[in-house]
């Protein structure tokens, strides 16, 4: 009998303090950053922050914690992105 073995899914999320301070938890990867949006994943899928000045405060992978400084104007998660990483995505 095979066994459906799930991942299991780190723990998750964001404190946004002024709209000027977010800290996330549960962070796997930065995809990608300039001063208007920044590409985050999670396990819960990937999260896009858009705003303005915005820059990486803190960033602490192997903890999963990140902190973003700027005006924040929008958060917006998508799907899950497919497996395999940035690595794999740079060589298709």
């Known amino acids: 009998m095979a066994e459906n073995k799930q991942k299991l899914q780190s723990p998750h999320s964001l404190i946004l303090e002024n709209r000027h ?3 996330l938890t549960g962070v796997s990867e930065v995809g990608s950053f300039d001063e208007e ?21 803190k960033l602490s992978l192997d903890l999963g914690e990140v902190t ?10 998508t799907e ?6 940035f690595m794999s995505r740079l060589f298709r």
Do not use: A
């Open 80 to 85: 899950n992105r497919p497996s395999g990483g």
């Open 37 to 57: 949006t920044v590409v985050i994943y999670t396990d819960y899928g990937e999260l896009n922050i858009r705003g303005k000045s915005l820059h990486i405060n």
């Open 68 to 77: 973003v400084e700027g005006e924040i104007i929008s958060m917006i998660y």
């Open 21 to 23: 301070c977010l800290s």
